[in-house]
């Protein structure tokens, strides 16, 4: 919808030998981050 609306957005992905542990501890410090990403894998 930002897009569609003229908004510039970016996607932050982390990658290469330490997402694992970056995304563990984030979730960590967040756990209602885990809901988020277990709603956006479901669909």
């Known amino acids: ?3 569609a609306d003229g908004y510039r957005m970016r996607v ?3 990658y290469g030998a330490e997402w694992y542990p970056y995304f563990t ?3 960590a410090e967040r756990p209602a981050n885990a ?5 956006q894998l479901r669909g």
């Open 1 to 3: 919808r930002l897009v």
């Open 12 to 14: 932050y992905v982390p």
């Open 25 to 27: 501890r984030r979730i």
């Open 35 to 39: 809901l988020f990403v277990l709603r």
